[in-house]
């Protein structure tokens, strides 16, 4: 029997049994139970990495099934969650890989990383929209709007702080009308950690379930590189080759070019009609059924950035406090090389700027 804090609402919880309540309870963004598995069976065994989108797929179902979870739901505030199931990985780049920073944020060395629980991700970056319904609700100010600003590109890519701008006005340099399915920027790590907390009191669940049951928060850099490469242990989660087509991920292509003639960045030579930000859900998924881990804007993490361990790690969730968080996936001013799976960076906890937004993962107990 699972021994739950009992809520006015449901007097007799307590006495549920496990399965029962799993079947009953899966509360996007505020009570989603750990998965109780099938008795006697074991849990599906993760495919040995390297391995396809088609392998992603099945065995996400799999463990769905074993666990009796959803491998995907919605909320209430339109925000859809996909069920990220635990592997092994190598996490980083090796030396060879083209366009590998060893520089300031070094990708190596390429390392094994076991991540040993299921946890839910945003199928999306969190969009304008839906932040704009956290600030409403709470009157929150960012720290953007706090500190007069955040940093943003001119017309040749000159980046640096502009004042006025916030996430409700980005200071892209050309025409860009905000939509609520844009993905939100100018958001600081502690801007997005603020919604995340009030994600977690929202009282979604058919029994009230609170955020005693999980939490809310931003994956950690390990949950996030795993999630994006959903298998592949190429450069990008599609393969080794620069995406041509435009259907996979929004970099710096000729659309940008386009508005920015004198942009000095390498542009890609396809042209997907978005020089600034993307709707999010614009590109294909990857095998996990993700979209724009690659692309669109940056992703802020919970763990900071620090050197890769030489060793294989599990579950790894520290980093070094002397640096900024970390910040995945490039976005939509970037060249190829900066929009690969194993590509680094880092902020400061409360800075933000026109290329940099989050998405939200649920860690179940």
């Known amino acids: 029997m699972l021994r739950l804090r009992p809520f006015h609402s449901f007097p007799d919880v307590a006495t549920i049994p496990l399965r029962l309540v799993l079947s009953l309870v899966l509360v996007l963004a505020t009570g989603v139970f750990a998965p109780a598995g099938q008795p006697g069976k074991p849990a599906p065994i993760a495919p040995k990495f390297p391995f396809s989108a088609a392998t992603a797929k099945q065995y996400q179902k799999d463990y769905a099934d074993w666990a009796a979870l959803p491998v995907e739901f919605t909320n209430s505030l339109k925000m859809t969650f996909v069920l990220i199931p635990p592997g092994t990985f190598l996490m980083g780049s090796p030396a060879d890989e083209p366009g590998r920073n060893p520089g300031e944020y070094d990708e190596g060395p390429r390392h094994e990383v076991s991540l040993t629980k299921p946890f839910y991700l945003g199928k999306h970056e969190v969009t304008f929209g839906q932040f704009e319904r956290f600030v409403t609700a709470t009157k929150y100010l960012t720290d953007g709007e706090r500190t007069g600003g955040g940093h943003a590109h001119d017309a040749k890519a000159e980046w640096k702080h502009r004042p006025g701008t916030n996430w409700r006005k980005p200071g892209f340099a050309g025409p860009f009308q905000q939509q609520d399915r844009h993905p939100v920027v100018h958001v600081s790590q502690a801007d997005s950690l603020a919604f995340c907390r009030w994600l977690s009191e929202q009282p979604q669940a058919p029994l009230g379930l609170t955020k005693t049951t999980i939490r809310c928060d931003l994956p950690t850099e390990a949950q996030w590189e795993w999630a994006c490469r959903a298998g592949s242990g190429a450069r990008y989660w599609w393969g080794a080759d620069e995406d041509t087509s435009g259907k996979l991920a929004n970099f710096g292509d000729r659309s940008l070019q386009r508005t920015h003639p004198e ?11 978005h020089p600034f930000l993307a709707p999010v859900g614009s590109y294909q998924a990857n095998g996990f059924g993700l979209h724009d881990t690659l692309g669109n804007v940056w992703e802020f993490c919970s763990t900071r950035y620090e ?9 790894p969730e520290e980093g070094n406090t002397q640096r900024g968080f970390a910040v995945r996936g490039g976005g939509w001013s970037n060249s190829p090389r900066d929009v690969r799976c194993a590509t680094r960076n880092a902020d400061p906890p409360h800075f933000c700027h026109s290329n940099l937004g989050f998405r939200v993962a649920l860690r179940l107990p």
């Open 263 to 273: 942009w000095p960045r390498l542009n890609m030579p396809m042209d997907d009609g």
């Open 307 to 315: 050197i890769y361990s030489k060793e294989s790690v599990t579950d």
